[in-house]
Structures are given as structure tokens and as C-alpha cells.
């Protein structure tokens, strides 16, 4: 496997369900993302792990849980999600400069995404 | 605060000719990266072309380039020979400097359509 892969690709689940979308990044970075794509509106940050440690959370209600276990490796658990929240779910991964200077440089690259339709 | 401005929903263009997509974004901070993806009809974000505030020369890779003004807050992305695979939506982004550092802001996007 190469670069970043999301599974499933697809996920349908009604709004009592709890499932869990996975990410693995495969080219040894050290930050990865959780975005979210709305049908018509521009992508939107969810989560932000850094070092394995949750950095931004930009106003995402509880409803979706975010875990890193280690570097490689990002989760998003989805519990009592409404039909609103159907959307394509990105994740990306990019190498942080530690110092921080110069983070405008640093490139995300993203999965193929899972395309979630709630019910 | 950060925004991206990209008012061309639509664009089509023939097979082997140049298009150029517009980009303008408005940032307070003196530092920041401006970066071109494309996402084809598969929902996968893939990164084209990324040019930094201070640098001096339009960025380049292979059928892409960036016409950056600086002065004008614009971005624009030109593909050069059109590919009927090149048939997607393309969107321009930005990253700044400070703040929220690590967000990327992405534009509205625009659909491009490669006629044969």
C-alpha cells in the first residue's frame, strides 16, 4: 500500500448505528486530518492529530469521536448521526515541521475518502 | 481570516488546448502556501502544484504551473495541453502562517470538462 488509504469506501448506517471510518498513512508522516466534504459547500476541518496528540477540533459535535492510535493510523468513530451529516470523509496526513515556522509549507495529502450516507 | 475565491464554477476546454482556473485569496499574514488539488469523480484529493508567499518564481510541475500575483491575491492555475484525464474538479487552497496554521482553506471549487 502506498500514500493514504481510507476504509470502507463506502458506508451506509441508519441514524442508531455506530460504525467507524479508518485511515493509514503510509508515508511516514507525523500529522494527520479529519476533513469533511458536503455536497456544494468547500471542505471543512474536523480533527487535527499531531504527534498522536488531538491539536483542532473545530467545533465537531461529540457525535463523532476521532482516535489515533499511533502515527500511522487515525479513526473516526460515528455514533446516533443524523441525516445531515452524510458527506465524503477525508483524511490526510502531512509531515509537521517541529518548530513550526514554516507550516504553510507542509502539503497534505489526502485518502480516496469514505463516502458515508445516513438513513 | 483566511478565504478563497474561485468564480469559475464550469470551465470546459478542447482536448490539447491550455485552460487557466482562477484562484484569489484574501490573508492577513505575511507568510503562507498556496496549493492546487484535483479531485476527479472518485472523491480522492490529489495534490498538484504548492507555491509559497515569498517565492520569487511561479511554481511549476510538469503540465502545471501557478501565475502567481501577489499583488493581486491571485493564484491561477494553468494546464497546459489538456488530457480528456485531466476532466475533474479542481480546487485551490490555503495555508497561512500563523493561527490556525494548520488548516488548510479550500475554495469552492471548479469543474473542468476536457472535450474531445
Known amino acids: 500500500e502506498t500514500g493514504v488509504t481510507q476504509t470502507p469506501r463506502h458506508l451506509v448506517m441508519g441514524m442508531t448505528n455506530k460504525k467507524s471510518l479508518k485511515c493509514e498513512q503510509h508515508?511516514?508522516?507525523?500529522?494527520m486530518y479529519w476533513y469533511k466534504q458536503s455536497a456544494k459547500k468547500p471542505l471543512e476541518l474536523m480533527f487535527v492529530?499531531?504527534?498522536?496528540?488531538?491539536?483542532e477540533n473545530n467545533s465537531v459535535p461529540s457525535r463523532f469521536s476521532p482516535e489515533c492510535p499511533n502515527s500511522s493510523h487515525l479513526f473516526l468513530h460515528l455514533h446516533t448521526l443524523q441525516p445531515e451529516d452524510s458527506a465524503l470523509y477525508l483524511c490526510?496526513?502531512?509531515?509537521?515541521?517541529?518548530?513550526?515556522?514554516?507550516?504553510?509549507?507542509?502539503?497534505?495529502?489526502f485518502g480516496p475518502g469514505t463516502r458515508l450516507l445516513v438513513l | 481570516a483566511q478565504k478563497i475565491t474561485q468564480t469559475q464554477p464550469g470551465m470546459f476546454v478542447q482536448e490539447k488546448e491550455a485552460v487557466t482556473l482562477d484562484c484569489t485569496y484574501d490573508?492577513?499574514?505575511?507568510?503562507?502556501?498556496l496549493f492546487w488539488y484535483k479531485q476527479p469523480s472518485s472523491g480522492e484529493m490529489i495534490f498538484l502544484i504548492y507555491?509559497?508567499?515569498?517565492?520569487?518564481q511561479n511554481a511549476t510541475e510538469g503540465r502545471y504551473s501557478l501565475n502567481f500575483q501577489k499583488a493581486r491575491k491571485s493564484a491561477n492555475l494553468v494546464i497546459s495541453a489538456s488530457q480528456l484525464g485531466d476532466s475533474a474538479m479542481y480546487f485551490c487552497?490555503?495555508?497561512?502562517?500563523?493561527?490556525?496554521?494548520?488548516?488548510?482553506?479550500f475554495g469552492s471549487g471548479t469543474q473542468l470538462t476536457v472535450l474531445p
Open positions: 490526510a496526513s502531512s509531515q509537521e515541521d517541529s518548530g513550526g515556522g514554516r507550516r504553510y509549507e507542509e502539503t497534505q495529502y
Open positions: 508515508l511516514g508522516h507525523n500529522a
Open positions: 492529530y499531531s504527534l498522536e496528540e488531538r491539536v
Open positions: 490573508t492577513s499574514d505575511p507568510s503562507y502556501g
Open positions: 507555491q509559497g508567499s515569498y517565492d520569487q
Open positions: 487552497a490555503m495555508r497561512g502562517g500563523s493561527g490556525s496554521a494548520r488548516q488548510l482553506t
